[in-house]
């Protein structure tokens, strides 16, 4: 299995306020595909989607890919949602409401491709809500609720990796929300925080931390005989070190 979990970053061409800046992880994704020219495919679940795919098409086609779109309004047809799952060799999962797009993928059967992708060795690359819906669930602000105080939603994604996701994890609150809601899920539960610029890459039984900031950092999260822990992951290992509680 190869996953790419991205904490978050700009795929923007035009604001000069917000640049592209994660490209190292971007030249890992298309390196994991193994070939000369992979077929990239973009999943758009609404309109703003349009508009986010022009620059992911731009940016791996400069990395030497070929770039489909499956786009929200096709997902009830199956003859092209399976062509377009059938050709890729990456599946690019982009960040947005996470609560929404696990929805639309059960709701129109899109999980089963996804997974089957997963089984035949396709790269899943996730960034933010993207990355969520590859692990057990993440900490997602899908849903904002003042009279919460800024709680975040934990919500399920496709539990194709063991473990919780919380994207942008230093530029959030969630480093502070965090602690509670690991005590709600189920014991010896780990959850990796992923600052924006930096990604959790997963390649079958090991994986790697890829950065395209010297500031970003990945932890890995959890609870120890009622202790909370937050401890820096090294930059590579065995995926059991992922879940070792010590």
């Given amino acids: 299995m190869k996953i790419v979990a991205i904490g978050g970053g700009n795929y923007s061409l035009d604001d000069e306020s917000k640049p592209y800046n994660v490209e190292e992880i971007n030249k890992r994704i298309v390196e994991l ?16 989607s349009d508009y986010y795919y022009s620059f992911i098409k731009k940016i791996f086609s400069n ?15 199956t003859k092209t949602v399976e062509g377009k799952f059938k050709r890729a060799d990456i599946i690019f999962l982009p960040g947005g409401n996470t609560l929404n797009y696990m929805k639309q ?8 491709y996804i997974e089957d992708s997963a089984k035949r060795g396709i790269v899943l690359a996730g960034i933010s809500a993207g ?16 009279s919460e105080q800024g709680k975040y939603l934990k919500v399920n994604g496709l539990g194709l990796q063991r473990g919780l996701i919380a994207p942008h994890y230093t530029n959030s609150g969630r480093p502070n929300d965090l602690p509670r809601m690991l005590k709600s899920c ?17 390649k079958d039984e090991t994986y790697q931390l890829v950065k395209s900031s010297s500031e970003a ?12 822990k937050s401890v820096e992951l090294e930059n590579e290992g065995e995926i059991s070190k992922l879940y070792c509680l010590n």
């Fill in 131 to 146: 990355a969520i819906m590859c692990f057990d669930a993440g900490c997602s602000d899908s849903i904002k609720n003042e």
């Fill in 186 to 202: 189920k014991k010896n539960t780990v959850a990796f925080g992923i600052d924006e610029c930096a990604a959790l890459v997963i």
């Fill in 105 to 112: 993928i059960r709701k129109f059967g899109l999980d089963k």
């Fill in 217 to 228: 950092r990945v932890f890995k999260c959890y609870y120890l005989n009622g202790e909370y």
């Fill in 33 to 48: 595909a193994n070939k000369k020219h992979p077929r990239l495919l973009n999943i758009g679940f609404n309109v703003r």
């Fill in 63 to 77: 990395l030497g890919c070929q770039c489909e779109y499956l786009r929200f309004n096709e997902f009830d047809n």
